[in-house]
């Protein structure tokens, strides 16, 4: 007869500890954002970039690029997916590489934008 000790207690704990730094990795990784000159919010389908003004500014999510490329007075000029978009507070949002784009504000210092997957396709 072989005896074997094995705690019951530390088995659903380790995996759900297991669990939850998965759950936390894919989401991570879904949202897959970084930036240079910008800070990023990510959820699963949607980021928003909050670019500096007067440097180079980009961020990577979603697998692309955004850039910001120029402002003059409300008008932002940004790059997405390799596509160049001219964007106003207040617009509809425009398609980019299968994305939604939108300015949420334009102030002296920084510009926020909001890049959304598209739900079409």
Known sequence: MTN??????????????????????GVALLAGCSSEG????CGLDACTVTFDRGVEASASLFGVEAKLVGVQGDQV??????????????????EAGGFQVTLDSVTADQVAIRVARNPNG
């Not at 910008?38 to 919010?41: S, V």
């Not at 997405?80 to 106003?88: H, I, N, P, R, Y």
């Open 4 to 25: 074997r000790h094995v705690s019951p207690a530390l088995t659903p704990v380790r995996r759900a500890g297991g669990l939850l730094a998965g759950l936390a990795l």
């Open 38 to 41: 910008a800070d990023t919010d």
């Open 77 to 94: 000029t940004v790059e997405v997916a390799g596509e160049q978009l001219s964007l106003t507070t207040g617009q509809q949002a425009t």
